[in-house]
């Protein structure tokens, strides 16, 4: 997004960047805009609770919504249920993850569902994990979306790409987590922005085209 990268072993990933850099998303480019429907901290329901993120920009429009119209995506990359995952029920979330992949696609955006990290602190938590974790594969099976199995990537880095609070993804010590080095690649934040990056580039080569 603001061209602080390194691809090394990855530069056939340049293409995608480029293409996704080329047209502003409201505020930036797709990969540097502040997104109107991602705060820390949210559930899935908060996507879909009208004026509940910037009601000076989306008024009464829920804020999933509200992003769709001003940036226009043609992707959208949707990493949601680790907050989730804390509490609740699982039935729930799949409602939830349902309606926004409903509105996704009427809106003419095709959702790619990312499956949630681990959790290292607590057996029950990982255990909750990975119920959400069946719920979205099992949601972008019956859509027939695409599905990014950032859990999967996680699970053999060191610490399983977790940081030490058991929690967030790991940072590179550098804090370079796009900077795609073996040594940066141990970390999960840095696997993420890899991974999201390849899903694009499958996207671009197989359905935009």
Known sequence: GFGQYELGAYGNLANVISFFSQENAR??????NQSLAALSGWTADKLLTPGFAYPEICGTDIPLVCEYKHTRPSIALILIGSNDSGSGSPEVFADHLRQIVEISLEMGVIPVLSTIPPKNFDENQEQRVQAWNNVIRAIAAQYEVPLWDYYANMVNLPNRGISSDGLHPSVPPDGAAARFTPENLQYGYTVRNLNALQVL?????????
């Open 27 to 32: 505020a930036g480019n797709s990969f540097a």
């Open 201 to 209: 580039d499958a996207l671009l080569r197989t359905v935009m085209y």
